[in-house]
């Protein structure tokens, strides 16, 4: 099993632009979860999602959206990118118990 | 909805000493305490949890305690080594929002050889 993977590992933006960030997961979890981690700031939910179809906003949503068609995949968009949005994002699943298995993390740099 | 704070915000023990963080949280629905550990460049990975039901819990020589009263769990590291050096963050999970979970800011570990 490869566990919670995320494409890309790293990127550069300018304002301005858009990109989609992918999380994938093979072990079959429910729920599914984008963070973004920022020094001094912890991890703060940006969406979840419980189930395929089914998204729902966290603390910090403003700014981007997701997507789960796939029970498998978490996409996590970003429209219009801004300098406030450079941060490292790590994707996670877990199943109906509490335990959270995280991605690699994507760092990403708005320029 | 919830806050969680964590302290120290860095440590530095000599190998062999134990080591403690705290954490606090402010809502009282809050049920699922788990902590986990980051490496450099790296995803954070689960190292021990705890439900409110549960006082203490141990495993080797990593230890989680409780007080539902106070509002604050801690992990307890004892016999630390090298290894054990990196980032630590509490979370908190309130059972009325059943799937969300709230960081501390994080604590970064460093074991003294």
């Known amino acids: 099993n490869a566990g919670v993977t995320q494409t890309p590992k790293f990127r550069v933006l300018k304002t301005g632009q858009s990109m989609t960030l992918l999380c994938a997961q093979d072990?079959?979890?429910?729920?599914m979860y984008w963070y973004r981690q920022d020094p001094g700031m912890g991890l703060r939910l940006i969406h979840y999602?419980?189930?395929?179809?089914?998204?729902a906003k966290g603390e910090v949503p403003d700014g981007y959206n997701v997507s789960r068609l796939k029970k498998q995949n978490f996409l996590l968009g970003l429209e219009s990118a801004a300098p406030s949005q450079t941060s490292v994002y790590f994707c996670?699943?877990?199943?109906?118990?509490?335990?959270?298995?995280f991605g690699p993390g994507t760092r990403l740099t708005v320029l | 909805g919830e806050n969680v704070e964590q302290h120290p915000s860095t440590l530095s023990v000599q190998e062999g000493d134990s080591a403690v963080i705290k954490c606090t949280y402010s809502?009282?629905?809050?049920?699922?305490f788990p902590w986990y550990k980051q490496e450099l460049g790296k995803g954070p990975q689960l190292i021990i949890d705890i439900r409110s039901n549960v006082g203490e819990k141990k495993d080797q020589r990593i230890a989680v305690t409780l007080n539902k009263t106070a509002k604050h769990f801690s992990l307890h590291i004892t016999e630390t080594q090298p290894e054990d050096s990196a980032v630590y963050f509490c979370a908190a999970s309130p059972s009325n929002t059943g799937n969300q979970f709230y960081f501390g800011t994080g604590t970064s570990l460093t074991v003294i050889p």
């Open positions: 999602s419980v189930g395929e179809g089914t998204t």
């Open positions: 996670a699943s877990r199943p109906l118990a509490n335990e959270q298995f």
């Open positions: 809502d009282s629905a809050s049920n699922y």
């Open positions: 072990m079959n979890h429910e729920y």
